[in-house]
Each structure stands twice: as C-alpha cells, then as structure tokens.
C-alpha cells in the first residue's frame, strides 16, 4: 500500500462514471428536503407553541422576574408566531424549487 493517490483512470467510481454522477445529483435533493422538513417542523412547533398553557411553565420565564411580563405579552408571542411562519414559508417554498427543478 503506498501513500500516493492513484490515478483517476484506476478508481472504481469515479465521479465521471453513472453511478457516482446520480449519487452527486440525488445527495443535494435529499440534503434539501431534509432541511424542507426540519424547518417546516420547527415553524409548526414556533406557530402553536407560544398560545399553549405549557408555554408559560419554562426555565426562561421563572429567570428574570422582568422577563415573565414580556414572556406573557401577546405581540412577543405573535412575534414567535410570526417566525414559525416565515419557517414554514421557506419550507414550502424549498419543497417547490426541490420539485421544480426535477425533470
């Protein structure tokens, strides 16, 4: 075995061959949907989280005493509202390029 990297020509999968040219295609698309799916969920958790009775039994809230009036505020939880749903936007709309670009 030696330490010099073998030609391009003697490797099993080269990155020219078919199979190493769909694996390089398809890593992309299931990197993209996962991150499609990870951010759909956490915008569906920052949307409906913030108007749930748990929401007020947390570690935050109990921290600082000034933090339980604006923890409690409804434009605060509005605001949280407001991210979860720029997250969901910008799932759906992943999903969309992720689809649009498959031929």
């Known amino acids: 075995m030696s330490l010099t990297p073998e030609p391009a020509s003697t490797r099993s999968?080269?990155?020219?061959?078919?199979?190493?040219?769909?694996?390089?295609?398809?890593?992309?698309?299931?990197?993209r949907l996962c991150f499609?799916?990870?951010t759909f969920e956490i915008g569906l958790f920052l949307t409906v989280f913030p108007w749930v009775e748990l929401w007020s039994a947390n570690y935050f809230s109990g921290w600082l005493p000034a933090l339980a009036?604006?923890?409690?505020?409804?434009?605060?939880?509005?605001?949280?509202?407001?991210?979860?749903?720029?997250?969901?936007?910008?799932?759906?709309?992943?999903?969309?390029?992720?689809?649009?670009?498959?031929?």
């Open 13 to 31: 999968s080269t990155p020219d061959s078919p199979t190493g040219a769909r694996r390089s295609a398809r890593t992309p698309r299931l990197l």
């Open 36 to 38: 499609a799916i990870f």
């Open 69 to 103: 009036n604006v923890w409690e505020d409804p434009f605060f939880k509005g605001a949280i509202t407001g991210l979860g749903l720029v997250n969901i936007y910008v799932a759906c709309a992943e999903v969309v390029r992720l689809f649009r670009r498959s031929d």
